[in-house]
């Protein structure tokens, strides 16, 4: 994701790469998300004997922050001189976020919890952003700029697909009045 937002900085200002590379971040931190809440939370929970709640709480507010960055990116406009900025706040929030489970909640974690129970938890997260790439497909056909609740949604599902995608898609266009509603 940090990859993707570096690239979109490298990018000149109308470049329509910008608001593609920008739809992908959007979908890995959607991933990323789902991921953490589904998974890692309540690992941390189980097996943290000390400050998981804290822990766990600041995970989901890192998490929330980029998330709320994200969807002012979505909706500020490539030209504008507050997307640049934007992007660049949400790369600090990354990083932050991206450090804080490398130096607190995975360091704990490993100590706390059995190398089987870690590889399940890999696995896990590796399911999450296995359902992401499915959706990916859609999110890069999508003509609207406010992807990323409607990925987070879902994602939320445990049987998240390309299809509860398109029904929400469709569902929105039905509510802007841009299509009729076939109830698919």
Same mark, same amino acid.
Not at 67 to 88: A, C, H, I, Q, W
């Given at each position: ?6 690239e979109?900085?490298?990018l000149?200002?109308?470049?329509? $790469? %910008?608001?593609?590379?920008? +739809?992908?971040?959007a =979908?890995?931190?959607?991933c990323?998300? *789902? #991921?953490?809440?589904?998974? /890692? ?15 766990v ?23 504008s ?13 990354? $990083? %932050?976020?991206?450090?804080? +489970?490398?130096?607190? =909640?995975?360091?704990?974690l490993?100590? *706390? #919890?059995?190398?089987?129970? /870690? ?40 049987d ?12 929105? $266009? ?7 509603w076939?109830?698919?």
């Amino acid at each position: 994701m940090q990859r993707a937002l570096t690239e979109v900085l490298e990018l000149p200002a109308g470049e329509p $790469r %910008r608001r593609e590379r920008l +739809k992908g971040a959007a =979908v890995t931190l959607a991933c990323h998300a *789902a #991921a953490v809440e589904r998974h /890692l939370h309540h690992a941390v929970r189980r097996y943290v004997p000390d400050d998981a709640d804290w822990l766990v709480q600041q995970e989901a507010t890192d998490l929330l922050r980029a998330e709320e960055t994200m969807k002012d990116l979505e909706f500020t406009d490539t030209n504008s001189g507050e997307f640049d900025p934007l992007v660049r706040r949400l790369l600090v929030r990354i $990083r %932050r976020h991206g450090e804080g +489970k490398e130096s607190e =909640v995975f360091p704990r974690l490993r100590t *706390a #919890a059995s190398p089987g129970v /870690l590889a399940d938890l890999g696995d896990a997260v590796r399911r999450v952003e296995a359902e992401a790439a499915g959706l990916r497909v859609e999110v890069e056909g999508c003509r609207r700029r406010d992807v990323i609740d409607r990925l987070l949604t879902a994602l939320a599902e445990q049987d998240a697909s390309p299809a509860m995608y398109q029904q929400a898609e469709q569902f929105d $266009r039905f509510l802007t009045g841009d299509t009729e509603w076939t109830g698919a």
